[in-house]
């Protein structure tokens, strides 16, 4: 028997959107956040394509052509011998300002969330092409990915499917290193060398 595909995650529209990103200014979120870290609002897409259920056992989803993508890296990675494990994929800026909200009441201070998280309405996980990953023996969304040979087959060949790490050592948006971070671009712009 087939187990029916789950239902796809809500998506913010542009009224919706629009009134999250007033709330995030309300909770702290600075007015010149877009320019002080050079990122632009990012729109959620109509279409998504289930990827799999991540560690947490929760469905993922990208975009269709990202999807496609993934899979493309995940089998060769398997092929490789590497294990590449979801730890998420899209989420809308609803969800992401329900992550705000949880660690403002945890008493993180609005300075410390942006510099691991993005501002709901910015991340690149609301364009349903990024994703984050690990691997086993190693913590989802810690550095020590770094050292996995999962993070070394990533660095190596995640280029020749479109997949580029977004937040390394540096980064000008002000991100935390996030080596488990990647995100889709279309070939033309993934093969471009930084």
């Known amino acids: ?60 989803w990208l975009t269709p052509r990202a999807a496609r993508a993934f899979a493309r890296m995940h089998t060769a990675a398997i092929a490789s011998g590497i294990e590449l494990q979801l730890v998420s994929a899209f989420r809308s800026a609803e969800y992401q300002l329900g992550i705000l909200k949880r660690k403002l009441e945890r008493g993180q201070s609005i300075v ?32 020590e990915f770094e050292h996995s040979p999962a993070f070394a087959w990533l660095r190596e060949h995640a280029r020749r499917f479109g997949f580029a790490l977004s937040y390394p050592r540096g980064n000008p948006h002000g991100i935390a290193y996030e080596p488990w971070h990647w995100c889709w671009h279309s070939p033309r712009k993934a093969l471009r060398r930084p």
């Open 112 to 143: 410390e969330i942006l510099r691991v998280s993005a501002a709901p309405g910015y991340s690149e996980h609301h364009s349903g092409r990024a994703l984050d990953l690990t691997a086993p023996g190693y913590a989802a969304l810690e550095e």
């Open 1 to 60: 028997m087939n187990e029916a595909l789950p239902e796809p995650p809500r998506r913010c529209d542009a009224l919706a959107l629009h009134t999250i990103l007033r709330e995030t200014r309300a909770l702290g979120v600075p007015a010149d956040y877009a320019r002080s870290r050079n990122v632009r609002a990012v729109r959620e897409p109509r279409e998504l394509a289930y990827i799999g259920r991540d560690v947490h056992d929760r469905a993922q």
